[in-house]
């Protein structure tokens, strides 16, 4: 029983890590004011980066092309939404069903129509010493390829970093109020324009974890929604860099419960597990906006004289 | 007028420049481009199954959904969850046809597709009831909604809409009584085309000659003027709208199951609430020019099987088409109305 627990929590964390790299991609475009959802497409497109990259010079060529690509995906959503000034939301859509498509069509033009089983080096977990031995969570935690040890000092990192420093303040400041950011000499468009490349990036490496820590591979629409996910967990996580730890671990476990059910021999339903998190964050969405932890601006275009 | 006619124009250079450039792009990767091009054309257009097996088939659903967007965008309801009342109205559609399938077709059918529509409006009604009630925004909502009805299908086509035999993941097949009937014998073509051919119309009508219809479109213009200066319920009207785009988008479910599928299965929306988007904003929000896009995204994407088929072209080159279309018009109406936000 309690190997089903340790191997449950371990890959509840494996799960959750890309979900959380993306969510904090997104959460930092939200914390600017724009829901990006090119972000399914920054994902795509760097795991397809990741498989290139890899493919030449090794795992860590892999993990930069796939943050290269991700970005890239990105950039094309801040090049319509801020410079052509078009609608987020359109455009985000755009971008992720053009990364969907071009994957698609290079992968099959590169590597034939079947996609035969083409491998890449990939990134085994790497126990930490001492904390990996305490019991059940160490090995949840701290038995994780390296790039989940990265991913808990983003999230601290970005904690600090959105509180503590002026570029943080400013980055939040443009989520909620870019006309007075704007008056206190920051540029709202500079700055949703970095989160959006930022965001990207992470996006990318979120595909790089499931091409070059997970699958081993690449195939078409891999990304899964996984985009869209980091948007619902940047939303139950309440905008907050802890609180979306949390929320993308809740997100990695409900989409690992299917496997416990199955090895216990439980006849349940998986596919609730599954819709559960997305309706607690539907609740969540009803309850936080009266508390408005959400950033005011969120989802509006920037006025035209204050950018 | 002589602005709406250049937009047209481009709209139409568009789509042509982006074509060529995919075909330049192909040119370039080694494909045969004239053989391509040759099974683009004769799968979307070559011959009578072509046209009425494929292309137009394909168009219908995009059709509807196309409606329910243009429909939700025209009043400022941005709706990303077409996708998902599809999937309700199939869902429910697939149900209660199921139960009615002894009944005579003209009771069964209607019943049917009416169970459809309501259950997208249902499905719709959850974002528009938060929006209006919470203030959440409805892009976020209609995706989670999107991830709740496709889950909902995995599970009902597992569970109590399972075939009895318990092997596929799908439900049986509907009775004759509960089919859309086919409009030209030996074809596919169903009557959903002609039902969705005319809502374009009554949409048309409705948005144009009706006071209503002038609401919405005011309240999409300006949700604060439309309040101010012209005394109108802008978020009932907007909650409203919403409501109704779920509707058509259900409908279009319940077409595509009764007229195509005949059963509820995972995959039986390809995306269709996504394509729709470009559907929608390629014909500028504009009912009847949502049906002459539907039908042009609907050959492209019969054109693309066939190219596969023949040409060992990925089909997948629709969607980057498709992609390329929204950002081309989405770029080239800023360039003509710099201050324009949607």
Request: proline fraction near 4%.
């Amino acid at each position: 029983m309690s190997d089903v627990l340790g191997d449950f929590l371990q890959a509840s964390v494996r799960t959750a890590t890309p979900l959380a790299l993306a969510a904090y991609g997104e959460l930092v475009a939200e914390r600017a004011g724009i829901i990006n959802l090119g972000l399914e497409g920054s994902i795509i497109a760097g795991a397809f980066g990741a498989l290139v990259g890899a493919g030449v010079g090794g795992v860590g060529a892999g993990f930069v092309v796939a943050a290269l690509a991700g970005c890239a995906a990105a950039a094309v959503v801040a090049v319509v939404v801020l410079w052509l000034r078009a609608n987020t939301i359109i455009a985000g859509t755009a971008v992720t069903m053009l990364a969907l498509g071009l994957t698609g069509t290079l992968y099959r033009a590169l590597y034939g129509a079947q996609g035969a089983a083409l491998s890449v080096p990939t990134l085994g977990p790497q126990a930490l010493p001492w904390v990996s031995s305490i019991p059940v969570l160490g090995r949840a935690l701290f038995v994780q390829p390296v790039i989940t040890y990265l991913l808990y000092g983003l999230g601290l990192g970005l904690w600090w970093w959105s509180t503590h420093t002026h570029a943080g303040l400013a980055l939040r400041a443009t989520g909620e109020r870019p006309a007075a950011a704007f008056a206190a000499g920051i540029s709202p468009a500079r700055v949703q324009g970095w989160a959006l490349l930022f965001g990207g990036a992470m996006g990318g490496l979120a595909g790089g974890v499931l091409v070059l820590a997970q699958v081993g591979t690449f195939s078409e629409g891999m990304s899964a929604g996984r985009g869209f996910i980091a948007i619902a967990i940047v939303v139950l996580g309440r905008w907050s860099p802890l609180g979306v730890a949390a929320a993308a671990l809740l997100f990695g476990a409900a989409s690992q419960l299917q496997y416990v059910f199955q090895s216990l021999g439980w006849p349940v339903p998986y596919q609730l597990f599954l819709a559960l998190p997305y309706l607690l964050t539907l609740l969540a969405l009803a309850g936080t906006q009266r508390r408005a932890a959400a950033p005011a601006w969120l989802g509006r275009a920037l006025d035209d004289d204050a950018r | 007028m002589q602005a709406s006619r250049i937009r047209w124009i481009i709209s139409a250079v568009t789509v042509l420049v982006i074509v060529a450039a995919v075909f330049a792009v192909l040119l370039a990767g080694g494909y045969d481009s004239s053989r391509a091009l040759a099974a683009l054309w004769d799968g979307a257009f070559g011959s009578p199954y072509a046209v009425l097996s494929a292309t137009l088939v394909r168009a219908t659903p995009l059709l509807f959904v196309g409606l329910a967007v243009g429909l939700a965008f025209r009043a400022g309801v941005l709706n990303i969850g077409a996708e998902g009342q599809l999937l309700a109205g199939a869902t429910v559609a697939v149900t209660v046809g199921l139960m009615v399938g002894g009944l005579p077709r003209p009771l069964a059918l209607p019943l049917v597709l009416i169970a459809g529509a309501m259950a997208g409006a249902a499905w719709a009604s959850v974002a528009a009831w938060l929006k209006w009630k919470f203030g959440v925004l409805e892009v976020i909502s209609t995706l989670m909604l999107n991830f709740v009805a496709s889950y909902t299908v995995s599970w009902a086509v597992r569970g109590p809409l399972q075939e009895p035999t318990r092997v596929y993941p799908q439900t049986v097949e509907l009775a004759e009584s509960v089919r859309l009937p086919a409009l030209v014998d030996g074809h596919r073509l169903h009557l959903g085309f002609l039902l969705a051919l005319a809502l374009a119309i009554a949409l048309w009508w409705f948005l144009t000659r009706t006071a209503a219809g002038f609401r919405v479109r005011a309240v999409g213009a300006s949700a604060s003027a439309a309040r101010s200066a012209g005394g109108i319920d802008a978020s009932r009207t907007a909650a409203l709208v919403f409501i109704a785009s779920g509707a058509l988008a259900g409908l279009g479910g319940a077409s595509e199951a009764t007229g195509v599928t005949f059963a509820l299965y995972e995959g039986i929306s390809p995306g269709y609430g996504y394509s729709a988007i470009a559907v929608a904003l390629l014909a500028r929000l504009h009912p009847l020019a949502i049906i002459g896009t539907a039908l042009l995204f609907g050959a492209l994407e019969a054109g693309a099987a066939a190219m596969q088929r023949d040409a060992n072209v990925p089909s997948v080159l629709a969607t980057v088409v498709e992609a390329l279309v929204v950002l081309g018009v989405l770029a080239l109406d800023r360039a003509r109305a710099p201050r324009r936000s949607v």
